[in-house]
């Protein structure tokens, strides 16, 4: 199982947290600076997992088989101890890393791919995906993550079925806005397709509002 997925910059700065398993608020805050100290610290010929004891745990009494209540992490006891210990799972692109944090259940190698096809799915989304989208379109990067993963399980790897899946929501984004607000989409062909093209010959509905209104000015 998923219990968590993450992003954070070269400096420790979080760009993306997503729990899938309920623990303590003072934890999540914690843990990108945790993980950035201990994937930060690794040589660079080491592999990209690391089993992590104690990541997602704090204080509390364990019961055997039972998830521990007073620290709200993911620590057990008994034999399923070390199929629930955590692992951290992680992937440097450029200044960004993308850390899956599992249990002993999941593959390494299969959380690595995974990792490769979310980066991909963003990059197709964003066109060359840097770190200032994952900032200023936080909720189009989450969606692209509910398209791989749901409730800590794995529900798409094909990167594809992500891309369409994320374009048809683009669309029927389009349309609701379209949809209710008609003015809006008045003169939108006049408008560049690409970001910052240029508006001349665009009618804003304020114009538009008043040629309606008075036919004859400007015809002079």
């Given at each position: 199982?998923?219990?968590?997925?993450?992003?954070?910059?070269?400096?420790?700065?979080?760009?993306?947290?997503?729990?899938?398993?309920?623990?303590?608020?003072?934890?999540?805050?914690?843990?990108?600076?945790?993980?950035?100290?201990?994937?930060?610290?690794?040589?660079?010929?080491?592999?990209?997992?690391?089993?992590?004891?104690?990541?997602?745990?704090?204080?509390?009494?364990?019961?055997?088989?039972?998830?521990?209540?007073?620290?709200?992490?993911?620590?057990?006891?008994?034999?399923?101890?070390?199929?629930?210990?955590?692992?951290?799972?992680?992937?440097?692109?450029?200044?960004?890393?993308?850390?899956?944090?599992?249990?002993?259940?999941?593959?390494?190698?299969?959380?690595?791919?995974?990792?490769?096809?979310?980066?991909?799915?963003?990059?197709?989304?964003?066109?060359?995906?840097?770190e200032l989208d994952l900032v200023f379109h936080f909720d189009e990067v989450h969606h692209?993550?509910?398209?791989?993963?749901?409730?800590?399980?794995?529900?798409?790897?094909?990167?594809?079925?992500?891309?369409?899946?994320?374009?048809?929501?683009?669309?029927?984004?389009?349309?609701?806005?379209?949809?209710?607000?008609?003015?809006?989409?008045?003169?939108?062909?006049?408008?560049?397709?690409?970001?910052?093209?240029?508006?001349?010959?665009?009618?804003?509905?304020?114009?538009?509002?008043?040629?309606?209104?008075?036919?004859?000015?400007?015809?002079?």
């Open positions: 199982m998923i219990h968590a997925v993450l992003i954070f910059n070269t400096h420790g700065t979080a760009r993306l947290a997503k729990f899938y398993t309920p623990t303590a608020a003072n934890t999540r805050a914690a843990l990108p600076r945790r993980i950035f100290e201990l994937v930060s610290s690794r040589p660079a010929g080491l592999c990209n997992f690391l089993d992590a004891p104690g990541l997602l745990t704090d204080t509390g009494t364990n019961r055997t088989g039972d998830l521990q209540a007073g620290g709200g992490g993911w620590e057990w006891e008994g034999e399923e101890r070390e199929l629930q210990r955590a692992r951290v799972v992680y992937r440097l692109y450029a200044t960004l890393y993308f850390v899956f944090v599992v249990d002993g259940a999941e593959s390494e190698l299969g959380v690595l791919d995974l990792i490769q096809v979310f980066v991909e799915s963003l990059d197709r989304a964003f066109e060359n995906v840097c692209i993550l509910a398209e791989l993963v749901q409730g800590g399980l794995v529900l798409e790897t094909n990167v594809e079925e992500i891309t369409r899946a994320v374009q048809e929501r683009q669309r029927a984004q389009k349309a609701s806005y379209a949809a209710d607000n008609p003015l809006a989409a008045i003169g939108s062909g006049a408008v560049g397709g690409s970001r910052g093209g240029g508006l001349r010959g665009l009618q804003t509905p304020l114009g538009w509002i008043a040629n309606r209104a008075f036919p004859t000015v400007g015809t002079r």
